[in-house]
């Protein structure tokens, strides 16, 4: 396959970043599928060092991988040619370093028996930094087709990338369609748990992470305190509510776990002329019962309408949470269809 144009790379980095966003892989954490990807990678080339990388259009993201660390417990034979302790090597790294944008810019598997015999890659900063001298990097791409990074391995020492060793890391980085498949339709399940948001008669938001990522909020949210863009920081694009204290209590619930609120806090809002009384509901959410809190759904009920009972928006949030957990790993997956654009705002 041609190597794309500057422009097609720009394009398939937007795309490659929005899949990951949905597929919930846009980010440097470990996983224990790639790690084990990783290390069958290593194992079945006997190379000392493996990764699965997934690629955005800002960086690289080591969510696999597999390092020397000379215990007697490696498969791998890592003596001799290793610089130095790989183990705690960094999971991530710029998006220009080593071979794998090359891999993702080629769409097509790159093999590198000694790095010395290619004046392009020689210099690059991981055969100065590691001392990589091989490369054998295959594109990995998930079931809608899209390269999302590479599944590679490198050696410090130059070597033969022969046709089953290249045959054989083409099917193994195949193997893990089946785990993109099964993300896909844990999203299609979370968006049908969205709809209840969307049918909720209070405001909603949905973060995650301890900058508040917006990830989802519905229609009253948006109508009561500003039309902000999806995937942007809470704390920045709803000062207003940041200013009442609200997520000072969401910083509290992902800390402890446990449900905090905001009671009585008046705010103008964007549909409404006159200053309208708040009671804020911050709910810590995860993945599953054993996982760590990964989000805060938060609940506002307009105190001054009297339009819910009081137990209404905790019944709610219960529910929510329990709906999470029962999903599974996949439900703060960056899933949500069709997210805000327009300027920011927030309440008045």
């Known amino acids: 396959m041609d190597p794309l144009s500057t422009e097609q790379q720009r394009a398939a980095g937007e795309q490659r970043t929005h899949r990951l966003r949905m597929l919930n892989l846009n980010a440097v954490e470990a996983e224990a599928t790639f790690d084990r990807v990783a290390r069958l990678a290593a194992t079945f080339t006997q190379a000392p060092l493996a990764m699965v990388n997934f690629i955005n259009d800002e960086r690289q993201m080591f969510r696999g991988m597999f390092v020397p660390t000379g215990s007697p417990e490696d498969p791998v034979d890592t003596s001799g040619g290793i610089p130095f302790d790989l183990s705690n090597l960094a999971r991530e790294a710029p998006g220009d370093y080593g071979f794998c944008p090359h891999v993702v810019a080629q769409q097509s598997q790159l093999a590198l028996e000694d790095v010395f015999d290619y004046p392009r890659f020689k210099g690059n900063p991981l055969v100065n930094d590691l001392g990589v001298r091989s490369y054998l990097g295959t594109p990995l791409r998930d079931n809608t087709g899209v390269i999302l ?12 990338w022969d046709r089953q060793l290249r045959q054989g890391m083409q099917e193994l980085t195949e193997t893990l369609l089946s785990e993109f498949k099964l993300r896909d ?16 008669p209070f405001p909603i938001m949905l973060t995650e992470g301890p900058d508040h990522l917006l990830r989802y909020a519905n229609g009253r ?82 105190a001054t309408a009297q339009g819910h009972a009081g137990a209404e928006p905790q019944a709610f949030a219960a529910n929510v949470q329990q709906r999470f957990e029962q999903l599974g790993g996949g439900a703060l997956a960056d899933s949500v269809p069709g997210g805000w654009s327009g300027r920011p705002g927030d309440a008045r």
């Open 149 to 160: 990074g590479t599944v590679c391995v490198a050696d410090f020492k130059p070597r033969s």
């Open 221 to 302: 949210q948006g109508q009561a305190f500003g039309m902000v863009p999806q995937f942007s920081l809470g704390r920045q694009v709803l000062p207003g509510l940041a200013q009442v204290g609200v997520f000072d209590a969401m910083d509290d619930a992902l800390r402890t776990g446990r449900p905090t609120s905001v009671s009585r806090v008046s705010l103008r809002t964007y549909d409404s002329p006159a200053p309208q009384d708040f009671d804020f509901l911050c709910t810590p959410v995860r993945t599953s019962p054993s996982a760590p809190f990964k989000g805060v759904l938060t609940v506002a009920m307009n």
């Open 185 to 200: 339709s844990l999203l299609a399940q979370q968006q049908e748990l969205f709809a209840v948001f969307d049918g909720a």
